[in-house]
C-alpha cells in the first residue's frame, strides 16, 4: 500500500455519496427478524418494565402488529410465549398444547399475513413452573427426557403452521430428533433454526421479565447453555446441528459474541444468524431515554455490526424501528 501523501483514506470518506458508493457492508430490513411476546392476558397490550418500548401481544394485537411489520418488509416473526401460571407445571405440558397460545397465534397470524414466515421457539422454559428449559430430575434438566417433549412441541407447532421450528434448549440431540419426527409426519419443507451456539449469558434477564419466568428460575442454566469463556466449542456444537439437519444456526447473545458469529459463518458458510437479546436491547434503550447516546444512530451501528461479522440476519427487538429508518 502507498503511503501518505499518495494514499489519502479520507479521500474516500469526503463526501456522502462516495461513502455509500465504497461501503462494505449494507443492511437493510430483509436482514432483520422481529422477536415478539404474545401473552394470553386479555389487554392488547402490556408495556415489559426492563424492556422500554417492548410490549407483550394478545392475538389480535399482534396480527396488527404483524401486518404492520409486513409492510415494512420485515420478512419474519420469532415468537415467545407469556402464559398464565395457572396452565405451568413441572413437565412444560402446555407447550404441546395444540389449542395453546402459541398454537393459536401461528394460526392466527397465518390466516392474516400468510407471506410473513413463523420462528418459533422449541424449549420449556415459557411453560414450567421451575424456569428451565427442561424436565428437571433432582435438580438436574434430564437431556433425553427434555429432547421426547421438545420433540411433541416442535410436532404441535409445525401443525398449527410454523415455518421454522427453533430450538433454544441446548439438549444434545434435539436437533435430530426433531428433524426425524417432522420428517416422519410430513412436515419435510419445515426448517430448523438451532441455536447452536447459546451461551449461559446475563443478558437474558429482561427476556425472562417478558416471558414470565425470571421469578419461577430454580438456579441457573449453566449445566446446558455454553461456557462464556469457550470459543472452540461452538464449532462442535455448530457440527453437530448441522449434521443432525440443522437449515440454519444461530448464536446468542449477538455483539459480546461476534467473534464467534465471524467463526462460525467462516468455518460453515451456512445461514448464521445472530441474536441481539433483551440485555443488548434494554442497554440501549436506558441509555438513549437518559440522553446518554442517540438511540437510533447505536441500534443502527449494533444491527450493522452483526452483518460486518458475517451474520446472515439478526433477531432483534428493534426490527419495526430500524425498519422504519432503513425505508426512509
Avoid at 57 to 81: N, Q, R
Avoid at 126 to 145: C, K, M, Q, R, S
Avoid at 290 to 316: P, Q
Wanted: net charge negative; with cysteine.
Amino acid at each position: 500500500m502507498p503511503s501518505f501523501p499518495q494514499t489519502r483514506f479520507r479521500r474516500t470518506r469526503s463526501a456522502d455519496w462516495v461513502r455509500r458508493l465504497v461501503r462494505q457492508t449494507t443492511l437493510s430490513p430483509d436482514d432483520l427478524v422481529w422477536s415478539v411476546v404474545v401473552s394470553d392476558r386479555a389487554d392488547p397490550t402490556e408495556p415489559v418494565a426492563s424492556m422500554p418500548g417492548v410490549v407483550r401481544y394478545s392475538i389480535p394485537a399482534l396480527v396488527k402488529a404483524a401486518k404492520e411489520a409486513y409492510d415494512l418488509g420485515i420478512p419474519a416473526l420469532a415468537l415467545f410465549p407469556h402464559i398464565d401460571p395457572a396452565k405451568k407445571d413441572d413437565q412444560g405440558s402446555e407447550a404441546s398444547n395444540n389449542q395453546g397460545l402459541v398454537q393459536t397465534a401461528i394460526r392466527a397470524l397465518k390466516d392474516a399475513v400468510p407471506d410473513m414466515g413463523l420462528i418459533c421457539d422449541v424449549a420449556l422454559d415459557p411453560f414450567t413452573t421451575h424456569g428451565h428449559d427442561g424436565i428437571l430430575e433432582e435438580g438436574y434438566v434430564a437431556n433425553d427426557e427434555t429432547v421426547k417433549r421438545l420433540c411433541e412441541q416442535a410436532l404441535s407447532q409445525a401443525y398449527a403452521g410454523a415455518d421454522v421450528i427453533a430450538p433454544s434448549d441446548m439438549m444434545d440431540g434435539r436437533v435430530g430428533a426433531i428433524r426425524q419426527v417432522l420428517e416422519r409426519e410430513g412436515f419435510r419443507n419445515t426448517m430448523i433454526l438451532s441455536y447452536a451456539a447459546k451461551y449461559a449469558s446475563g443478558f437474558y434477564g429482561p427476556y425472562r421479565d417478558a416471558i414470565g419466568s425470571a421469578q419461577a428460575l430454580v438456579g441457573d442454566k449453566k449445566t446446558y447453555q455454553m461456557d462464556p469463556a469457550n470459543r472452540d466449542e461452538c464449532i462442535h456444537e455448530v457440527a453437530m446441528d448441522l449434521e443432525e439437519g440443522a437449515d440454519m444456526v444461530m448464536v446468542k447473545p449477538g455483539l459480546p459474541y461476534l467473534d464467534i458469529v465471524a467463526r462460525i459463518k467462516e468455518e460453515f458458510g451456512v445461514p448464521t444468524f445472530a441474536f441481539q437479546v433483551s440485555g443488548e436491547y434494554a442497554m440501549i434503550q436506558a441509555a438513549a431515554q437518559n440522553g446518554w447516546i442517540d438511540g437510533d444512530r447505536v441500534m443502527m451501528e449494533s444491527l450493522s455490526a452483526f452483518k460486518r461479522a458475517g451474520a446472515d440476519g439478526v433477531l432483534t427487538y428493534f426490527a419495526p424501528q430500524a425498519a422504519k429508518i432503513l425505508n426512509a
